[in-house]
């Protein structure tokens, strides 16, 4: 089992940035740590479906949704078992609740959300 616990959200005016992290933990997270694991952000607003926004693969492989490409960027610290998500130029439209998802099995297409595990999700709102 891995538990996957979501941290950073919050209010900031249009144009800031935020930086969302993820923990990981648990049997298996000890064992093989988050490298052995397929990571993925997604983010969900209010009426909307999820939506995949970036994926880091165990090589290292960086998959980034078109709508938000070029002002996101997801990392991984092995050695604290983290997956970080930094957002910049935030918009009104980015409001939603961030989810970060592993699986150790790999996901394809990486963006969409059949990831085996997931967080309770962080807010992230964003006024104009």
């Known amino acids: 089992v891995v538990q996957l616990v979501e941290s950073g959200g919050g209010s900031v005016q249009a144009g800031g940035s935020l930086r969302v992290s993820c923990a990981a933990s648990?049997?298996?997270?000890?064992?093989?740590?988050?490298?052995?694991?397929?990571l993925a952000w997604f983010r969900q607003a209010p009426g909307k479906e999820r939506e995949g926004v970036a994926a880091i693969a165990r090589d290292d492989t960086i998959t980034y949704a078109e709508s938000v490409k070029g002002r996101i960027s997801i990392s991984r610290d092995n050695f604290k078992n983290t997956l970080i998500l930094q957002i910049d130029g935030l918009q009104p439209e980015d409001t939603a609740m961030y989810y970060c998802?592993?699986?150790?099995?790999?996901?394809?297409?990486?963006?969409?959300?059949?990831?085996?595990?997931w967080g309770q999700g962080t807010q992230v709102t964003v006024s104009s």
């Open positions: 648990g049997t298996n997270i000890n064992m093989f740590g988050i490298s052995a694991y397929y």
């Open positions: 998802a592993a699986d150790p099995a790999k996901p394809t297409p990486p963006l969409l959300p059949t990831y085996r595990f």
